[in-house]
């Protein structure tokens, strides 16, 4: 049976134990989007604590699909090849195997930041967070972002990464494709099942195309989606059916939520009021005044509706994946405990299992989790690393706030 310290093997990728670091956006790369010295020791950090496998933060295939969050990662053209390949040698040199996530934002982003007078995306649907009005993409320009994602793919296999993750989750382009609430064309990119999903199975064969069959090829898919129409359980698992029967996928990793305005079915946990009056745009713009009426009102309401953490929220959904699939399913959602991600591996629930907030706090924490240190995360799930990535680089932030939250509550 196998353990959270098993091997275990993604396509040819063999990997020390069963988890993996999750990829999540970074803000530590140039002003180009190339990645830097302070992105390597980032990573490092998870290499030598012992993870099996950092995935990392999305790089952007193309400038129309950047994100409007800090300084992302690119790949998006054969300039920044060098210093990807600088990254993934360091991280050799130290014994990690690393692999590079791949997306296009679609919607979930400004026109600010792709440099474009009009966001894209299936259909012409905003966001209701980000609230621009995309225009809806042509059957020629579908076809230019599959190419687009097959370059990047190329080029991270030339920078030496050990396989490509496709980022067909959490509210982008290639997830927006998959959701009925997101997508209403009427062609052959939306409808039914296999319409909506042809864009990630062109996507998934041109990048196997690309960088060649050997080559690891990861895809993230949604459970999950708050809106009505929004991606479910059942339809997941058809998704990642589909995936298979390209062969063009390795593993799937399950997720769920956008990073718009479903962060936190994507990151369940506190309601983090001074992060987004802090950090987040607009709300760190606002006056005195309105960010009273936040504190004291819209926030206390809003909290209401906000998901409840428990740990593994994304694994029944795995779980069915796992059955309907002979590839490795990868789970990441509130993995918190030695237990129970033994007994999601034991049980055959999962194959691995993947975090991005515990790591902040503790990149140690596979070793000591090996070791018999620890037995649980100490991460409390605060969210302040999610709203913080709209202007600062990842890091954890949760005891810069703690007296700033004392002073708003009148706590003595």
């Known amino acids: 049976m196998a353990g959270l310290f098993s091997p275990g093997n993604i396509g040819r990728l063999e990997l020390q134990n069963r988890m993996i670091r999750a990829a999540s956006h970074e803000g530590l790369a140039d002003i180009r989007g190339a990645p830097t010295e302070a992105q390597f020791q980032f990573y490092r950090g998870f290499v030598e604590g012992g993870i099996g496998l950092v995935i990392t933060g999305y790089a952007g295939i193309m400038q129309n699909g950047k994100s409007a969050l800090y300084r992302m990662t690119m790949i998006d053209a054969d300039d920044l090849v060098p210093a990807h390949r600088a990254l993934a040698a360091k991280i050799h040199a130290i014994g990690g195997k690393i692999v590079s996530q791949i997306a296009h934002c679609g919607r979930q982003t400004l026109s600010t930041a792709t440099g474009e007078p009009l966001l894209v995306a299936p259909s012409s649907i905003p966001s209701k967070f980000y609230r621009e009005v995309p225009r809806a993409l042509t059957d020629h320009e579908i076809q230019e972002i599959i190419r687009s994602f097959a370059a990047a793919a190329a080029r991270v296999a030339a920078a030496g990464y050990d396989g490509v993750q496709v980022h ?232 810069e706030f703690v007296e700033r939250a004392r002073i708003h509550q009148n706590v003595p």
């Open 168 to 399: 067909a989750a959490h509210g982008y382009l290639l997830s927006t494709f998959l959701s009925r609430h997101a997508n209403v064309r009427r062609d052959k990119w939306g409808g039914s099942f296999e319409n909506r999903f042809r864009i990630v199975g062109e996507t998934l064969k041109a990048v196997k195309e690309a960088v060649g069959q050997a080559f690891p090829v990861l895809l993230k898919l949604n459970s999950f989606e708050k809106a009505r129409k929004g991606i479910k359980p059942g339809e997941c698992v058809e998704f990642a059916r589909l995936a298979a029967k390209t062969g063009c996928c390795d593993a799937v990793e399950i997720s769920a939520g956008g990073s718009g305005e479903e962060a936190f079915y994507m990151a369940r946990g506190k309601f983090p009021t001074e992060a987004i009056l802090t950090y987040m745009r607009p709300f760190c713009k606002k006056g005195k005044g309105v960010k009273f009426l936040i504190r004291q009102v819209a926030a206390p309401i809003l909290s209401l509706f906000h998901p409840p953490f428990r740990e593994g929220y994304n694994l029944e959904t795995a779980a069915r994946v796992k059955k309907a699939i002979s590839l490795p399913v990868i789970t990441v959602g509130g993995m918190r405990t030695k237990a129970f991600m033994e007994a999601a591996i034991g049980a055959g629930k999962t194959d691995f299992v993947s975090m991005a907030r515990p790591l902040l706090l503790e990149p140690d924490l596979a070793d000591k989790f090996r070791r018999g240190e620890s037995d649980a995360a100490q991460c409390d799930n605060c969210n302040i690393c999610l709203m913080a990535a709209d202007a600062v680089p990842i890091r954890c932030h949760k005891d």
